[in-house]
């Protein structure tokens, strides 16, 4: 009798909790929407927009083209470098002792693989690095993206 009571009460308990129904509502300060348009404005002021969203940094890739501890030989070939294949980025890093020329902004590691493949003739020392880029935006109707 005891285990049939028991039974009947687990049976109403779990039936009630899983027959909550309500509506959720939120709240929020109108001031958090004016700091929304302000940061906007602020990134449309600056020029870090593109179609009407700011630029972000995520994780991705970048083929590193050249190191050298001189820096202007390290300009020289990032100029080389912008003559040859004047569509992707190319960042300057300083670790000491060495100056690095890193390329592109790529989201996938086949997009740097491409690269690699395309101008290892010309800058035959190449890696791809994973770290922080500045993403690109996503072309729907381009399959061939940089």
Do not use: H
């Amino acid at each position: 009798m005891r285990i049939l009571f028991t039974f009947l009460f687990l049976i109403t308990l779990s039936q009630t909790s899983f027959a909550q129904k309500g509506a959720i509502e939120i709240v929020k300060d109108p001031i958090i929407d004016s700091l929304i348009a302000k940061r906007l404005e602020l990134y449309r002021s600056t020029g870090e927009v593109k179609n009407n969203r700011p630029i972000v940094s995520d994780y991705g890739y970048r083929v590193q083209v050249f190191y050298d501890s001189d820096r202007r030989e390290v300009f020289n070939q990032q100029a080389r470098f912008k003559n040859s294949f004047p569509g992707y980025n190319t960042y300057i890093t300083y670790k000491e002792p060495n100056y690095y020329i890193r390329v592109g902004d790529f989201r996938t590691r086949m997009d740097a693989q491409r690269l690699m493949n395309e101008i290892r003739p010309a800058f035959p020392t190449l890696f791809i690095f994973r770290e922080k880029i500045n993403a690109p935006t996503l072309d729907i109707t381009n399959d061939d993206q940089r």
